[in-house]
């Protein structure tokens, strides 16, 4: 196997427990997660004139779903719960602390101190990414491989 196909397999496709890798590969799957989240933010708001605190929660909501499905599948090898209804509930429970602090920072940046709510966003996305990834590794996807 050639070093770029084994570079791209063990960055792309192995499992793997390497936090860093995980990391890197968190990213990806964040960014995929955030277009479904903005572009839904975008689209409540903009299209069907949702408040954009309502909207923010309802595009946090379609983020989280695609961040679960790719994070289970792509970016954790070992889950510490076998029950996977409980592991998303838990997930989720994450997912609403970092809504939380995502609606506290769009609310202090756009009503405030008259930061465009796009821009709010953005700086949301930075912070509760963080949260989120950290949160998860530690309390879901943890488990020591025998």
């Known amino acids: 196997m050639s070093k770029l196909k084994q570079l791209a397999e063990t960055l792309l ?14 990213g ?3 960014g995929v997660a955030f277009v479904a989240d903005y572009g839904t933010l975008i ?3 903009e299209w069907l004139g949702i408040h954009h605190l309502v909207s923010a929660a309802i595009a946090f909501m379609v983020g989280l779903t695609v961040n679960y499905l ?5 970016v954790f090898a070992s ?3 076998s029950n996977r209804k409980f592991e998303f509930l ?3 429970v994450i997912g609403v602390i970092g ?6 920072i769009i609310y202090a940046g756009t009503d405030l101190c008259g930061i465009d709510y796009r821009l709010s966003k953005l700086i949301s996305t930075a912070i509760v990414f963080f949260w989120n990834f950290f949160a998860r590794k530690l309390i879901l996807f943890n488990k020591k491989e025998a």
């Open 99 to 104: 809504l939380g602090l995502n609606e506290l």
């Open 70 to 74: 790719m994070s289970t599948s792509w």
């Open 90 to 92: 838990i997930f989720a």
């Open 28 to 30: 990806f799957v964040g």
């Open 13 to 26: 496709v192995a499992p793997t427990q390497n936090w860093l890798l995980q990391l890197f590969r968190y």
């Open 43 to 45: 689209g409540c708001t």
């Open 79 to 81: 889950h510490t719960q």
